[in-house]
């Protein structure tokens, strides 16, 4: 995820694509924009949705700006297209504040934004993001990927030292509580797992003592990610990705 807080470079495609993982609940005249999503499809899911202003096709569209993201090479388009993602999710809680996919992307949207942000901006907008997760979670309590999104700034907030870490409560108890929720309520999203072994291995950065513990950990979680079975196109990638990561820490 690019920082929540702030993100070490090697997780901001991750988190691009976490922002893009896990299901939505749209009415049936989305199923065709969703589909296209799921595969992939990003620009023939903007366009589908580009004109509608109810609240799930704004959720979908806001997920498919990020994932054009990944197709282009500049920062500077990659920006414009952080700014659409997060306008369209505002527009998605206004159309309706009690909607937690609408919560849990604009909290995803901020968290973009700040890609190179100072420690000021960071932590008091890593706040906000916080209250978006947590309004999120308290609308629905199964909403997956913003308890994924809670246990990845935990870890955010402890990797930015003791100063933020009182200054908002984060605890690795809570980062390890919220990634496991995510994954009993969604057990076959491959995204869930490395977001999970992710938060532990930079932990571990931060950890000397720990960190041979911790990278054995994260290893097991990534093992289990990859004996899912994909079935999606974001899913398949999120395996490479896992492959990336053990064959980093030496696994298979």
């Given at each position: 995820?690019?920082?929540?807080?702030?993100?070490?470079?090697?997780?901001?495609?991750?988190?691009?694509?976490?922002?893009?993982?896990?299901?939505?609940?749209?009415a049936a005249p989305l199923d065709d924009a969703l589909n296209a999503l799921m595969g992939g499809k990003v620009?023939?899911?903007?366009?589908?949705?580009?004109?509608?202003?109810?609240?799930?096709?704004?959720?979908?569209?806001?997920?498919?700006?990020?994932?054009?993201?990944?197709?282009?090479?500049?920062?500077?388009?990659?920006?414009?297209?952080?700014?659409?993602?997060?306008?369209?999710?505002?527009?998605?809680?206004?159309?309706?504040?009690?909607?937690?996919?609408?919560?849990?992307?604009?909290?995803?949207?901020?968290?973009?934004?700040?890609?190179?942000?100072?420690?000021?901006?960071?932590?008091?907008?890593?706040?906000?993001?916080?209250?978006?997760?947590?309004?999120?979670?308290?609308?629905?309590?199964?909403?997956?990927?913003?308890?994924?999104?809670?246990?990845?700034?935990?870890?955010?907030?402890?990797?930015?030292?003791?100063?933020?870490?009182?200054?908002?409560?984060?605890?690795?108890?809570?980062?390890?509580?919220?990634?496991?929720?995510?994954?009993?309520?969604?057990?076959?999203?491959?995204?869930?797992?490395?977001?999970?072994?992710?938060?532990?291995?930079?932990?571990?950065?931060?950890?000397?003592?720990?960190?041979?513990?911790?990278?054995?950990?994260?290893?097991?979680?990534?093992?289990?990610?990859?004996?899912?079975?994909?079935?999606?196109?974001?899913?398949?990638?999120?395996?490479?990705?896992?492959?990336?990561?053990?064959?980093?820490?030496?696994?298979?």
């Amino acid at each position: 995820m690019p920082p929540i807080l702030r993100r070490p470079n090697r997780l901001t495609t991750a988190f691009l694509i976490f922002v893009l993982s896990g299901p939505l609940s749209p009415a049936a005249p989305l199923d065709d924009a969703l589909n296209a999503l799921m595969g992939g499809k990003v620009d023939a899911t903007v366009n589908m949705l580009k004109d509608n202003t109810d609240a799930p096709s704004l959720v979908v569209l806001a997920r498919a700006y990020v994932g054009q993201s990944l197709f282009v090479g500049s920062m500077t388009a990659k920006k414009k297209l952080y700014e659409l993602s997060e306008a369209a999710a505002r527009r998605a809680v206004t159309a309706d504040p009690r909607n937690a996919e609408a919560k849990t992307e604009l909290a995803y949207a901020l968290g973009l934004r700040l890609q190179g942000a100072g420690i000021v901006e960071a932590t008091r907008t890593g706040l906000e993001v916080k209250r978006l997760f947590d309004d999120a979670v308290k609308l629905d309590p199964n909403t997956a990927r913003a308890w994924v999104g809670l246990g990845t700034w935990n870890v955010q907030a402890l990797s930015l030292g003791s100063l933020v870490r009182f200054a908002t409560g984060a605890s690795e108890a809570d980062m390890r509580q919220d990634h496991r929720k995510a994954i009993q309520l969604q057990p076959n999203e491959v995204f869930f797992r490395l977001s999970y072994a992710d938060s532990l291995l930079l932990l571990a950065k931060n950890d000397n003592r720990r960190a041979a513990d911790l990278k054995q950990e994260a290893r097991s979680i990534l093992q289990a990610a990859l004996n899912l079975t994909p079935q999606t196109y974001w899913q398949r990638y999120d395996q490479d990705a896992v492959r990336q990561r053990l064959k980093s820490l030496g696994g298979s």
